[in-house]
């Protein structure tokens, strides 16, 4: 017997004694479970502005957590090990977590590195005890929500890094995913009133002027006020290539302002970011 996961945008419907798409959940007996729940293999202490997130508690400290798995399999992951090789990790109970946090002083607990989505029955009872103890709640994602877990994540995330990776022939192609529920995700959140910045990868030879000068349109339509442009490195399938020279990513960052968005930063770059 099949039974359905909602936990992105791919609703994966997965025979007994399966795993879905992911690798990370998984049909035993008709029931979908997670079977690596709160082994966490990454686990470190970061600025915020590294998730990045530039306008949400700045110039503090994030506890950041990674588990493993992603529902996309971009060809340029820059965390494969950890995405798409699943590393597994230790235990880590979501109210120790919340707790350590709290007593090192840290505003917030970051869910990232990896995609949250695919390990978010961990991130939801991470968040409910953050938030008891007054700590703040970040989800870096790949924005590929189903629209059942983005109205459960809701409430319990207080800001948001989203990608928005480029054009629908890009995450096709290139990301072996869609476009529309990323773009529906955003709007979304923004409307909710969460704290949502945006950040796109730029590949030079594949990301182009045309392509930026849309997704800001998109974006500023959905209310995005705060988008990130960063350089790709050589990763996971394509290692192959050069690294975003800095010039290119000068030129997107211009033809990205084009768009009316108020704030819009450089990343991986060295590059002087704007006050």
């Known amino acids: 017997m099949k039974s359905e996961c909602d936990f992105c945008f791919r609703r994966c419907s997965i025979p007994d004694g399966k795993r879905g798409w ?8 008709g029931k979908i479970i997670s079977p690596e729940y709160g082994h966490i293999p990454a686990i470190a202490v970061d600025p915020i502005e590294k998730k990045p997130l530039y306008h949400f508690l700045p110039g503090t400290e994030t506890l ?16 494969y090990t950890l995405s798409i090789e699943h590393e597994k990790g230790k235990f880590l109970d979501p109210g120790d ?5 709290r007593l090192e002083g840290y505003p917030s607990i970051s869910f990232t590195y990896s995609e949250p989505l695919v390990w978010q029955d961990y991130v939801a009872e991470t968040a409910k005890e953050a938030h008891k103890l007054g700590i703040k709640t970040v989800m870096v994602t790949n924005g590929e929500f189903s629209e059942s877990a983005l109205e459960r994540l809701l409430p319990l995330i207080d800001a948001y890094n989203v990608d928005l990776k480029g054009g629908e022939d ?8 869609e476009m529309k529920p990323v773009l529906d995700a955003i709007e979304r959140i923004s ?8 950040t796109t990868l730029l590949i030079e030879g594949i ?11 998109l974006l500023k339509a959905r209310g ?8 790709f490195f050589p990763r996971y399938m394509m290692r192959d290539r ?14 990205a302002r084009k768009s009316g968005i108020p704030y819009i930063y450089p990343g991986n770059s060295s590059l002087k970011v704007p006050k």
Not at 22 to 29: A, L, Q, T
Not at 207 to 217: D, F, I, P, S
Not at 242 to 255: D, G, I, N, V
């Open 242 to 255: 050069e690294p975003t020279s800095e010039s290119f990513l000068a030129e997107m960052l211009e033809t």
């Open 97 to 101: 977590a919340a707790a350590y946090a």
């Open 170 to 177: 890009f995450y096709h192609s290139i990301c072996h995913g």
């Open 207 to 217: 990301h182009t002027a045309e392509m930026v000068e849309r997704l800001g349109e």
């Open 22 to 29: 992911c690798g990370m959940r998984k049909n035993e007996g």
């Open 64 to 79: 950041s957590l990674g588990a493993s798995g992603c529902c996309l399999r971009c060809d340029f992951c820059q965390n």
């Open 191 to 198: 409307e909710y009133g969460s704290h949502i910045e945006v």
């Open 224 to 231: 995005i006020r705060v988008w990130h442009l960063t350089r």
